[in-house]
């Protein structure tokens, strides 16, 4: 079920976004699924905030993130660990020991995917942040991928490549061709979601998302299933509902 919230500005967007994770880090010990990219940043800088001017703690919170690009290492400027610790992590009291980025490095990434999804076992995400793709995608979990997928090793698309060739020189050829990224259905068994998105380049990914047909051609319209997604768009991204 769909809670859609629209608001006029990204700041907004990102209080409104904050404002359901403050909920859920009032239990000082519970599980966050966080993700990349540049559509959560604005609701981290306000984690960050609220963490340095109400003390509001994360030394008891774990988190899983996403996805992480195959081939870098994690001391790679564009990994998504570095990412992580940019953008949150080196600035709030959570530990090094609680947070799991997928390790995008070494001979066998398969194994690195069954060790991730083992890292989860037992654990549910009170919370994940989610962004959305342009092509519909959430985490990596591009068109096609089945809606019972656990954590797998995905081809990234051109489109996908593209859209995030900017942080990459905006060369698309120094843009990783595989990601590791947790499954539709590792992300689905969280307890409640939310989904930031703005931008016109998002309108028909959010339109999919909440009024197409659930369809894997679609991926994020698998949401359309789970009980408790709260979706945050700016009027761009919500101009075709
Ligand atoms: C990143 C991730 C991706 C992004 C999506 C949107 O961890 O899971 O699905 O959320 O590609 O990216 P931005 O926010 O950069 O538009």
Known sequence: MFNIIIKDNYDEVSSEAF???????KKKDCVLGLATGSSPVGLYKKMIADHKSEGT??????SWNLDEYVGIPHTHEQSYYTFMHENLFDHIDIKEENVHVPCGE????????????????????????LGIGSDGHIA???PGTPFDSLT???DLTEQ????????????????PTHAITMGLASIMR?????????GANKADAVYGMIKGELTT??????LQTHPDVTVVLDKEAASRL
Do not use: W
């Open 152 to 154: 797998h090793i995905m």
């Open 190 to 198: 969280a307890r409640k979601i939310v989904l930031i998105a703005t």
């Open 160 to 175: 996908t490549r593209q859209d995030n060739a900017r942080f990459f020189d905006n060369d698309i050829n120094q843009v």
């Open 217 to 222: 051609d679609c991926p994020a319209s698998i």
């Open 106 to 129: 070494g001979d066998n990434i398969e194994q690195n995917c069954i060790d991730y999804e083992k890292s989860m076992e037992g654990v549910t995400v009170d919370l994940q942040v």
């Open 57 to 62: 703690s994360y030394k008891d919170i774990r």
């Open 19 to 25: 404002k359901v994770m403050k909920e859920v880090v």
């Open 140 to 142: 990596f979990n591009e």
